[in-house]
């Protein structure tokens, strides 16, 4: 599943939280903006910008909709998004299985 090359669009720090973070959420539910902005420590316009970027690629899904009078953001990880998350992570364990040789 690893690949050659790390992907640029996650291996990104603050995107790779953020995917990070949605893969942790194994239930399918979507995280509302506010959540996943106290889970990742990031300010609301650092959080939408890697959004759109993260959402452009495909990876995540973002909806927005009304609680009574009040705007809700929600994001989920996709199956693209999943797929593309995990591989990465091979990536990276390949590369540090490569860096510390088994003895």
Not at 36 to 51: C, E, I, Q, R, S
């Amino acid at each position: 599943m690893s690949t050659e090359a790390p992907n640029e669009i996650i291996h990104q720090s603050t995107r790779l939280k953020i995917m990070a973070t949605l893969q942790a959420s194994r239930s399918g539910e979507p995280l509302e903006f506010v959540q996943l902005k106290a889970l990742t420590g990031v300010t609301d316009g650092n959080l939408g910008t890697h959004l759109t970027t993260l959402e452009k690629a495909g990876y995540i899904t973002v909806e927005k909709d009304f609680v009574g009078r009040k705007p809700r953001t929600r994001i989920a990880i996709t199956r693209a998004g999943r797929r593309a998350f995990e591989s990465h992570v091979a990536y990276l364990r390949d590369t540090l299985d490569g860096m510390h040789p088994a003895d």
